[in-house]
């Protein structure tokens, strides 16, 4: 005997079925929908106008092509923004912290020190620092200008870093800009300065399988870092083999015996730090958490249906919206609030650091005048040597410790720890000696008097820059003017 059994669905359940096929069908279509928008925008943004070649180190000729990055670009000239502790204003650090005259004494940057004004200023401040007078190597060009990877590839890297600054003036002209980044065939982010390779090849990393979200932190890490030029050739070469901490590039300094210059008064074997943006980065919650430099220096923006990159490279704070709040939900005074804060912590100690290290070069001055042997000073000079390193460590970074604040607090203890045993050990030597303590300190209260101090001769200094820029600085524009016009035949 059969059973003819039928089930029968209740009305609500064919109603909730067929609701969900239409709320399913939807979606879909706004994904399908969002896909061929996706492909669009991209065939436009790839529409090449006019084909860039390799190594095209114009700007300019890649924003005919890109003309939203390009704008953005350009707008790095409007250097208004400014916070209690950055920003892109002009600032001159010597005379707002003179103890750094003293602490660089014999070294050009007790010359001239300013606050970055930006990309598109860079072969502009270059040319007008006091620094450039002495003579450098042409390897202080590497990070200003994508001239360089094309000069790199027309004669060689070892040759471009063994020639002079002034060799090469006409040579390097345009602002960092497209080139440094991008591979112009493909906009991929490319790393086009070598050390940066070298040093991940060192440490047993191949830089070729970064991720896109890598490289949106490693292609700043082409300049943004610590560097040292190597040998009579002055090579240009990232001190990261032992890691990329304060500590871990000191010990690879002491180990190579790499020294930047001897200071003029403490005669200490000094080590300047450059701008160690990315190492201090490295330590930080950012970093840990695969936040990259490009989400919070150059956030996402839109224009209409195109999402693309701001290239206007500036400090998070001048964009909170698009930078900060896009991960942090508080108001834009809380983020401005809790980043001032740490900054201000971190000024606090580096001005203490700052104090500290001026009077012991003085002090140590003192020592050597009156009659310290070398064998008591040795001590003395590895500890000045550390605490100077550690504390530019932390101070020539740009954001003032942000990137790392409990880092930059920890290395800045550190510093002062190191520079108050060195004091210790010199008030040893003065009691040996008979020598009055405390030292009567000369006044470096204001720039002026801390260059005089040192041996420095202003009027000379800005006569020689003065010659400089109008008679040479001309030239080197007419010859790049030359070169261009025949490019573009």
């Known amino acids: 005997m059969e059973t003819n059994t039928t ?32 492909r669009s925008e991209s065939k436009l943004y790839f529409q090449m106008v006019k084909e860039i070649p390799d190594w095209e180190p114009r700007n300019e000729v ?29 600032v001159d650090y010597l005379e707002k912290y003179p103890e750094l005259v003293v602490m660089w004494a014999g070294y050009a940057f007790s010359r001239d020190y300013n ?44 040759k471009f870093y063994a020639g002079t600054w002034a060799e090469f003036g006409h040579e390097i002209v345009n602002n960092i800009g497209c080139q440094d980044c991008h591979d112009p065939k493909t906009m991929n982010l490319r790393i086009t300065r070598p050390a940066l390779a070298e040093a991940f090849q060192r440490r047993g990393k191949d830089i070729n399988q970064a991720t896109h979200q890598e490289m949106r932190s490693l292609v700043c890490a082409q300049c943004h870092v610590e560097y040292y030029f190597k040998g009579d050739g002055k090579y240009l070469t990232f001190p990261w083999d032992k890691g990329f901490s304060a500590d871990e590039m000191e010990a690879y300094y002491d180990e190579v015996q790499h020294v930047d210059w001897v200071h003029k008064l ?15 980065y490295m330590t930080g919650i950012h970093a840990d958490r695969g936040v990259s430099c490009a989400d919070c220096h150059m956030p996402y923006k839109r224009d209409g249906g195109m999402k693309f990159t ?52 003085i002090e140590a001055k003192v020592a050597w005048d009156n009659g310290a042997t070398e064998e008591e000073m040795k001590p003395v000079l ?19 410790g942000f990137h790392s604040p409990a880092e930059a607090l ?9 520079v108050n045993e060195a004091r210790i050990l010199l008030t040893e030597i003065f009691v040996k000696r008979g020598v009055k303590i405390p030292i009567e300190m000369p006044d470096i209260s204001t720039k002026d008097k801390a260059q005089k101090y040192i041996g420095l001769d202003k009027e000379e200094m800005y006569l020689v820059k003065k010659e400089f820029m109008t008679t040479v600085v001309p030239e080197w524009v007419a010859k790049a003017a030359q070169r261009e016009a025949a490019m573009n035949k």
């Open 7 to 38: 089930t029968k669905r209740k009305p609500w359940v064919n109603w909730l079925l067929f609701i969900a096929t239409v709320i399913v069908v939807f979606l879909l279509g706004l994904l399908a929908n969002s896909v061929i928008e996706r």
């Open 62 to 90: 890649w924003g005919e092509n890109f003309p939203r990055e390009y704008e953005t670009y350009a707008s790095t000239l409007d250097t208004s923004f400014s916070s209690p502790h950055g920003g892109s204003a002009k």
């Open 115 to 158: 606050q970055g004004r930006g990309h598109y200023y860079a072969i502009q401040d270059i040319r007008q620092t006091l620094r450039t007078d002495v003579p450098q190597p042409a390897t202080c060009w590497t990070c200003k200008s994508p001239d360089v990877p094309r000069m790199m590839q027309e004669i060689g890297v070892e």
């Open 266 to 280: 403490s005669k200490t074997p000094m080590l300047k730090a450059q701008h160690p943006d990315y190492e201090l």
């Open 310 to 361: 701001n290239h206007k490279i500036q400090s998070p704070l001048a964009n909170i919206s698009e930078s900060c709040q896009v991960c942090h939900r508080e108001s834009e005074a809380k983020l401005m609030a809790n980043v001032l804060d740490r900054q201000q912590k971190t000024e606090e100690l580096r001005r203490i650091t700052e104090k500290n290290l001026a009077r012991v070069h």
């Open 382 to 400: 590895q500890l000045i040597r550390h605490a100077q390193w550690r504390w530019d460590w932390v101070a020539a970074a740009n954001g003032l």
């Open 410 to 418: 920890r290395v800045l203890g550190t510093s002062i720890q190191k």
